[in-house]
């Protein structure tokens, strides 16, 4: 057996019971290799038993996987967000101050051959925009001077970052980490703590519990995620407020932006959360 095959094989193994399972293969290829040959696609294909059309239409759907070996080997890749969200807050004046620092433009590499400029339509991190990643870390609240303090501290030889600069995934941090159909995983990686805390103040405060934790989610500034940023506490405490012995919580899970896949990403792979 190849070794790519063999590669292949581990990832499609490691991918079982996974929602994702071409999308984790995928990636480890790409993590693995610096790219993603030709050769990979018949393999992945026959152990997810789907077509060669699929895993194609993946990879040219998903510009941050390349498929040439010139694409691997010494640069340094700089994925910009161009969501809605990131583009109402400044990534086009961030995008123009890239392409003309570092002489680049999308799809193509550095005149030194240094950098390589990509993006993407969502990180999943709108509350953060702008959004970058450089060599697959992602950056949040990204300006013009953040930006070229993050490229004066790359170093070839010394690929750590600037830990005050790191974006620290809250959202999608058990995102391929877990079974996303166990409860109980979801449980051991921190789940329903948050949860649990709030029963146990109701318990033991009953209505006083409950309005002490509306006050706390009001305090903290929680807003809803559907576009319209929405206060949560104000929510809760119209509900808390409506007389009636049963109330319902209703999940949209419509992903309403465009070439937008954070939703998508939670539902698949930590719907427990929701």
Not at 84 to 102: D, F, M, R, T
Request: net charge negative; charged share 25%; aromatic share 10%.
């Amino acid at each position: 057996m190849k070794a790519l095959d063999k590669l292949v094989l581990r990832l499609t193994e490691e991918a079982e019971g996974r929602q994702g399972s071409l999308f984790y293969i995928l990636n480890g290829i790409n993590e693995e290799l610096g790219y993603i040959p030709d050769e990979a696609v018949l393999p992945t294909a026959e152990n997810l038993n789907i077509s060669k059309a699929e895993v194609y239409g993946f990879l040219s759907f998903f510009r941050n996987y390349k498929t040439d070996a010139a694409a691997g080997g010494a640069y340094h890749k700089i994925v910009v967000c161009r969501s809605e969200s990131c583009e109402a807050s400044g990534s086009k004046q961030l995008l123009e101050h890239i392409k003309i620092s570092l002489n680049l433009d999308f799809g193509k590499y550095s005149p030194d051959g240094k950098y390589f400029l990509d993006y993407v339509y969502c990180f999943g991190h709108c509350a953060s925009s702008p959004a970058v990643a450089v060599d697959g870390i992602l950056y949040d609240k990204v300006t013009p001077e953040v930006f070229d303090k993050i490229i004066k501290n790359l170093d070839f030889n010394n690929l750590e970052k600037p830990v005050e600069l790191k974006s620290q995934s809250l959202i999608f941090k058990r995102c391929g980490n877990i079974n996303p159909l166990s409860a109980s995983d979801y449980a051991d990686n921190g789940g329903f703590n948050a949860l649990r805390r709030v029963i146990g103040e109701i318990k033991s405060k009953g209505d006083e519990g409950k309005l002490l934790f509306i006050n706390e989610l009001k305090q903290s500034k929680l807003k809803g995620r559907g576009g319209a940023g929405f206060p949560a506490g104000i929510k809760w405490e119209t509900v808390f407020k409506e007389k009636s012995a049963v109330k319902y919580i209703i999940c949209n899970a419509d992903e309403g932006d465009s070439g937008a896949y954070a939703d998508r990403i939670i539902l698949e792979n930590d719907p427990v959360s929701v």
